[in-house]
């Protein structure tokens, strides 16, 4: 039922959507020490990724997934209108730089809403028309989810770390 509520606020009535999926933190975007996390698109080849294939697959708008809140904003920025996201709550890139600071969608009593938040993500990523985005878990998900529904597909490998 949550899920499907999200789907009716964010998504019911856009016919032609791009789900688009990317790892803010620094496992996907300055690296690791575990070898087995991919490399993510950054934000400037996303943004042409996106560009790209709207035109390409004639779709008109963007379901954005990622945890941290300046992806978001850099991509609401860029396309206004055409991007829907989930409003929840995120992590901050400039906390990933401090290693000290706490995580606050982990924080006592956030977890069990964070959880929720990101599986509702993965759920309504499965339901858009196309996808595109760097592997990772919730990737993997909205693929298996979507169970070969979707029109078109982009999964940009960029190696591991």
């Not at 803010?24 to 950054?42: A, D, E, F, R």
């Not at 996106?50 to 390409?56: I, N």
Request: charged residues 25%.
């Amino acid at each position: 039922a949550y899920i499907d509520n999200a789907y009716d606020h964010l998504l019911k009535g856009k016919e032609r959507v791009l789900g688009v999926i990317v790892r803010g933190s620094s496992y996907g975007m300055t690296g690791t020490v575990y070898k087995s996390h991919p490399k993510q698109l950054s934000i400037n080849e996303l943004i042409k990724c996106v560009y790209k294939y709207l035109q390409e697959w004639d779709l008109e708008y963007i379901f954005f997934t990622n945890e941290t809140q300046e992806l978001i904003d850099i991509m609401k920025q860029e396309f206004k209108e055409k991007l829907v996201y989930l409003p929840r709550l995120r992590d901050s890139v400039d906390r990933l730089k401090n290693s000290d600071a706490k995580n606050p969608m982990y924080a006592p009593g956030q977890k069990y809403q964070t959880n929720l938040d990101y599986i509702t993500e993965i759920a309504l990523l499965a339901r858009c028309n196309s996808l595109l985005g760097s592997m990772s878990s919730g990737m993997r998900t909205a693929i298996i989810l979507n169970a070969g529904a979707y029109e078109n597909m982009m999964v940009v490998d960029k190696g591991t770390w």
